[in-house]
């Protein structure tokens, strides 16, 4: 599957609001096994700056908006999340950066494996050399 992909999660609506669920291995292509979330991200900031070699991932943005730019070393697309029922696939070899926060903006990852920082490239150039390498 290709990062940038967008995946609309189940919507439940009525007069009290509505109501949302993803599930691993159903709604997005992983089983999830860890889930974590910005949230306070000052004006101005950038987060992401890096790639995976194998680890996959689903962006959603909780509250607010923010932009997600992916990058896979040929081309650079951005993509702008603003709605809690829908999500962004990135898979490995995708270089992730994320501005323009909102105020009060929450951006939830469901990852597909635990921490590794060996699995992370934190350098474009080294992500460029990379790429190269397995192409």
């Not at 689903?58 to 999500?87: C, E, K, P, Q, W």
Request: charged fraction near 20%.
């Amino acid at each position: 599957m290709k990062s940038g992909y967008k995946i609309e999660f189940p919507k439940i609506t009525d007069s009290r609001g509505n109501l949302s669920f993803i599930e691993g291995g159903h709604h997005i292509p992983f089983h999830i096994k860890r889930v974590y979330y910005l949230y306070d991200v000052p004006g101005g900031a950038e987060r992401g700056g890096h790639s995976h070699k194998e680890l996959q991932q689903v962006v959603i943005a909780m509250s607010g908006s923010f932009d997600l730019i992916l990058d896979d070393g040929t081309s650079r697309i951005t993509v702008s999340l603003n709605r809690s029922h829908y999500g962004i696939y990135l898979g490995p070899n995708t270089w992730r950066e994320m501005d323009n926060f909102s105020s009060g903006a929450v951006c939830l990852v469901l990852a597909s494996e635990n921490y590794i920082e060996s699995d992370y490239i934190r350098d474009y150039n080294g992500f460029l050399e990379y790429i190269a390498g397995i192409k």
